[in-house]
Each structure stands twice: as structure tokens, then as C-alpha cells.
């Protein structure tokens, strides 16, 4: 096969093959590119438990709202993933560091689960209590973050992706509520994307700042990204295919939208083989990946549910053919840089993993059905990192690090704070010291505290924008677009859509207004409230 480079837009990485390096890179072409480091193994286990919480996180509530047998197991598995993070916390952070992660990230798992209770009971007082819980522990897990990582991982940024994380779970989860099956697993998929920045973020935060525990390597180099490519395209064909299969069996109406999206990762593994191994080589991966391997499974399903011993049988010898066909191709694509002898027997435990995931729980027994997932699950981290250390291995100067001069150390100047200051009942908006009269008041409605959008916007130097044809408000704030509609409880942060928790309105002075805190998270600002008076405050 011919080998072609090509940038593909894979988890936000220019992946997988890097573009040519400049003819001189330095010392670090002395050392060979490894995907084996001690910094490239932190990332890669914070990519299995983030992602893993993520697909067992959707899986438990979808479950729980359904009524699923299983529901109950699924929790468990949920909540065994986090006690499984603890470990790891505990030996880089000590034993109260490692108590106060399980405490704060055993939590929310109830949170969540307390809200699709609260959902499915169609009781919005609780539903809203849900959500506030969620919100603190946002904050108090930023906290902890940023405190443990010595500011390695800065508070907002830690802020921002957790709080990103929980939208994608709750819009996943909404999603599925309202029937909508399509747009739940398109949010599926980016909210699984998200735990891969997240752990990008955490392990390279963590690496700074204890680099002699790693052995001064690094988490992001060319080569640990593809491995954490590799992670999150296998891990996310195995969570994808175990959840399909399930509901599949079931006969649940969404069976065939998980179907749609194990098309998608499909294409997205073909385009990375395209931007390795060129077209013909992407094109041959697909033909395999799909005839006798992702179709294969859904004729398993029909065989177990069916009970026909003999055509299970028959699909179980088509899928071992899938396993040495590519095999195979693996062998010749890397040139036996991950030779046929060692992936034949993953890719067979593979597979047996994935029909005994089904095989259990078409027999009810739910809790060897999750035990077997997760390991199935994790086993999809050590192929990608055969892989990836194949590829990286076959085109090692391709992954060379580009060595630069050490900069100049220029001081870090004290950061300076922005006030601003309103009061229930009162026109009065005072930002940094400058008293504004507005011609509206903030105000409690339905238990929150709406401000109005257009003063405080444009006191922090946004420009906000009314379009009257379609109720809808446009701030923009730096990047930064933000979209509102009176009477939603939803917007959009460039395109991406959120939840407000509560409705934009229009109040009697024809003032647009939203809860205070929601917009002031969303900026970055933090709020403050003390006998009717709301003081937002951030570091500039």
C-alpha cells in the first residue's frame, strides 16, 4: 500500500500521521518517538476511566429512565468506575487527596441519577434541585482540580471543560427523553470526544507539575496524540457496539440510530487509515471492518435472540474470519510492525468480550454481563496502543519532537480584577467603580435572579444585539458568539447548543433578562449574592 499524509480533524488533533518535520529538529532526533512513556501511560489511563465514566454515565440514565432490568447494574458499574479512579489520584496525591476526589466524583454520579428520577417523574422542583447539585459540584471539582495540580490546570479552564462535559451528558440524556434518537448520539459522540481533551488537559497539567515522577517526559507529543487517537476510536466501537447490541435485543427504537453512529466512528477510523495508508488502504479497512465484523454483530443479536443455535454459530465463524482477514492486514499495512502473531489474539478476545457481554445479558445475568463490558472496554486501550506504537515504530521520523531554544523568563504580572455590582429593585449598576442608572431592574423570578442581558454585557464590553423577526439575542464577547431566544431554555455557545435551566424572558420594561448565574458561569465571571445584592467579580 502506498502511504499517504493527510491532516485529519480527528478529536481536534491533526491526526494521525504528523506533517513532515523541518530539516533540523534538534537533539531530539537522537532519541527515537515512543508512544511508551511514563507521561504517554498517565494520559492513556485517564483516557479509559474519563471515557469509561462518560459511556457508563449515559448508559445508567438512559437505562433508569427506560425502566431496563439492568438499570440497577449499570449504576454500579457507573459508580465502580469511580472508585476505580481513586487509586490513581492517591498515589499523586496522598491519601486525603485520593479520599476528597472519591467523595466529590462519587457524588455527582447520584446527582445525575437523582435527575433522571426527578425527569421521569416529571417533577421539576427536584429536577432543579438536580441540576443546582450538578452545578456545585462543577464548581467544587474545578476547585479541587486546580488546587490539587498546584494551578498546573487553572480553575476556569478545569471550570469550563467539566461544566462542557455535564451539558453533552444532559443534552445526550434530554435528547433521548424527547425521542429525538439522532441528535442524542451525535451528542453522544461529541460529549465521548470531550473526555479525551479532558484528559489531555489533566495529564499534561499533572506532568508539569511533577515531571521527575515521569521521568521529564511528556503527555502531549505527536505520538502520545495518536496514541489517544487510537484509544478513543477502538474504546468508542466497543462502548458503541456493546450499547447497540443491548438495545438491539431489546427491540428499543434507538437501536438502529446506534447503528448510524458505529457508521460514524467507522468513517472516522477510515480517515485516519487514509491519512497513513492512503485510499486504497482506507478503503480495504473498511470492506474488512464492516462486512464480517460491525454487520456480523447485528446478526449475532438475531441469532441469540432467536435461540438458533446453528446460525450463531455461523455468524461466530464469519466474525473469526474478520479476525484473521485483519489481521492480516494489519501485519502487511504496518510492515509486521504489529506482526499477525500478536494481533490475532486480541482481536479474538475482542470479540469473545463483545458476544459474552451479549450472551450474559440475554441470560439476565446483568452483573457478569458490566463486569465483562468493562473489561472489554479496557482491553481496547492496549490495541490502541499496539497500534500506535506499530505505526509510530514503521514511520518513527514522522514523530520526531522539533527541540526549541528555552525562552526567556518574563514576569508574570499581577492580575487585575473587574467588579460588577447590581441590586435587587435597584437601577443602579456600578462596574469598576462607575455608577450606571439603568432604565431596569433585576429581579427573582420562578426562584432565580434574572439581571438584564444588554447592561451587563455591554458593561463587561460585549456587544449585544436584539433581532426582533426571530426573538432572539446575540452577545458577542472576544471568540465568543453567544445566542439567546426569549421564552427558551436553551442557547448557543458558537453553534453549540445549552441549557439555561430556565427560561429568557422579556420583563415589563421590555428588557431581556436571564438568570444571573448562568450567564455570568458561561463568562467566566463568578457570582456572588449578599441580601439582595449581586456582585460579580473576575480576574483580568
Not at 185 to 197: D, L, N, P
Not at 344 to 358: D, I, K, S
Amino acid at each position: 500500500m502506498k502511504m499517504k499524509t493527510l491532516a485529519i480533524p480527528v478529536l481536534g488533533l491533526t491526526l494521525v500521521l504528523p506533517a513532515a518535520l523541518p530539516a533540523q529538529v534538534g537533539a531530539a532526533a537522537a532519541t527515537r518517538a515512543t508512544v511508551n512513556t511514563p507521561a504517554a501511560d498517565l494520559r492513556a489511563n485517564l483516557d479509559h476511566l474519563l471515557s469509561e465514566h462518560f459511556a457508563l454515565a449515559v448508559t445508567a440514565m438512559t437505562k433508569a429512565y427506560d425502566g431496563s432490568k439492568d438499570a440497577e447494574e449499570a449504576y454500579k458499574a457507573l459508580d465502580q468506575n469511580a472508585l476505580d479512579m481513586q487509586p490513581a489520584i492517591t498515589s499523586l496525591y496522598g491519601e486525603k487527596g485520593g479520599a476528597e476526589f472519591e467523595r466529590i466524583f462519587r457524588a455527582h454520579n447520584k446527582y445525575t441519577d437523582d435527575l433522571v428520577k426527578a425527569t421521569k417523574m416529571n417533577n421539576k422542583e427536584a429536577r432543579e434541585k438536580a441540576l443546582q447539585q450538578v452545578q456545585g459540584f462543577v464548581d467544587e471539582f474545578s476547585t479541587f482540580l486546580a488546587t490539587a495540580t498546584a494551578g498546573n490546570l487553572p480553575k476556569q479552564a478545569a471550570k469550563d471543560a467539566i461544566r462542557l462535559h455535564e451539558d453533552q451528558v444532559q443534552k445526550t440524556f434530554d435528547e433521548y427523553v424527547a425521542g429525538d434518537y439522532k441528535d442524542a448520539y451525535a451528542a453522544y459522540r461529541e460529549g465521548y470526544m470531550t473526555m479525551f481533551k479532558i484528559s489531555k488537559a489533566l495529564s499534561g497539567a499533572i506532568v508539569t507539575q511533577m515531571p521527575e515522577k515521569f521521568n521529564n517526559t511528556k503527555s502531549d507529543t505527536k505520538a502520545a496524540d495518536l496514541r489517544s487517537a487510537l484509544n478513543s476510536l477502538a474504546s468508542e466501537h466497543f462502548a458503541l457496539s456493546a450499547l447497540e447490541m443491548q438495545k438491539q435485543f431489546d427491540g428499543r427504537n434507538d437501536y438502529t440510530y446506534l447503528i448510524a453512529a458505529e457508521g460514524g466512528n467507522t468513517a472516522d477510523f477510515k480517515a485516519a487509515i487514509a491519512s497513513i495508508y492512503g485510499k486504497d488502504g482506507a478503503n480495504e479497512f473498511e470492506r474488512i471492518w464492516t462486512t464480517n465484523h460491525v454487520n456480523a454483530q447485528s446478526d449475532y443479536v438475531n441469532a441469540v435472540k432467536s435461540g438458533n443455535t446453528q446460525q450463531r454459530d455461523a455468524v461466530k465463524q464469519r466474525i473469526d474470519g474478520f479476525t484473521v482477514e485483519f489481521a492480516n492486514f494489519l501485519d502487511t499495512a504496518t510492515a509486521q510492525n504489529l506482526p499477525k502473531s500478536a494481533s490475532l489474539p486480541a482481536l479474538r478476545t475482542h470479540e469473545g468480550q463483545v458476544q459474552t457481554t451479549l450472551d450474559k445479558y440475554a441470560a439476565n445475568d446483568f452483573q457478569g454481563s458490566y463486569a465483562t463490558n468493562r473489561e472489554g472496554f479496557k482491553t481496547m486501550f492496549g490495541v490502541g496502543q499496539a497500534l500506535s506504537n506499530a505505526i509510530v515504530n514503521q514511520f518513527n521520523d514522522k514523530f520526531q519532537e522539533a527541540s526549541t531554544p528555552m525562552p526567556t523568563p518574563t514576569p508574570t504580572p499581577m492580575p487585575t480584577e473587574s467588579s460588577v455590582w447590581m441590586k435587587l429593585n435597584s437601577k443602579s449598576l456600578t462596574i469598576n467603580g462607575k455608577v450606571t442608572m439603568m432604565d431596569t431592574m433585576p429581579m427573582v423570578w420562578m426562584n432565580k435572579t434574572y439581571i438584564p442581558l444588554r447592561y451587563l454585557g455591554e458593561g463587561i464590553g460585549a456587544n449585544v444585539q436584539y433581532d426582533a423577526k426571530t426573538q432572539s439575542v446575540w452577545v458577542t464577547a472576544g471568540s465568543d458568539t453567544l445566542k439567546f431566544w426569549i421564552n427558551k431554555d436553551f442557547m448557543e455557545v458558537n453553534g453549540m447548543r445549552k441549557s439555561v435551566g430556565a427560561k429568557v424572558i422579556v420583563n415589563k420594561d421590555g428588557r431581556t433578562v436571564v438568570p444571573v448565574r448562568f450567564i455570568a458561569e458561561l463568562l467566566g465571571w463568578n457570582v456572588n449574592f449578599d441580601a439582595g445584592q449581586i456582585h460579580l467579580t473576575k480576574s483580568m
